[in-house]
C-alpha cells in the first residue's frame, strides 16, 4: 500500500506533505515513547502517535519513518508541521484512535 491509498483509503488530513506519495509503506509502528519509535519504528513505515511536538520529525527522520500518523484528533503545532514538510515527512492527522488506525492498515495490507 502507497501513502497516497493509506491517505485516501481513511481520509486522513494531511497536515504537511511529504516527498513521495506513491512510496509503499513497508510496515507500521505504534508508540509515543521517542526512544521506542526510534529503535522500534519500521523504515520506510508509518508511525501511528499522539506526541505532537517538533522532536517527532527528529525521530521520524532518525528511523527512516516517511510518515507520521497523529491519532486522537490530536493538532500539530506549526514547527512539527514546517519541519516535516522541510525533511519531506508526510505528517498527517486522524480522530481514529491509534489501535483503529493500524487495524485498517491491517486490513488494507490484505
Partial sequence: MTI???VDGLALRVLAE???PDAQ???CYI???LSRAISR?????VWITIMANLNVAAVAL???IPCVVLAEGMEAPDDLREKCREEGI???GSGQSAYELAAAF???QQ
Avoid at 519504528?41 to 513505515?45: I, L
Wanted: hydrophobic share 45%.
Fill in 18 to 20: 511529504g516527498k513521495d
Fill in 4 to 6: 497516497r491509498e493509506w
Fill in 31 to 33: 508508540g509515543d515513547l
Fill in 41 to 45: 519504528g519500521v523504515p520506510g513505515g
Fill in 25 to 27: 509503506l513497508a510496515g
Fill in 90 to 92: 508526510f505528517l498527517l
Fill in 106 to 108: 491491517a486490513q488494507m
Fill in 62 to 64: 532518525l528511523a527512516e
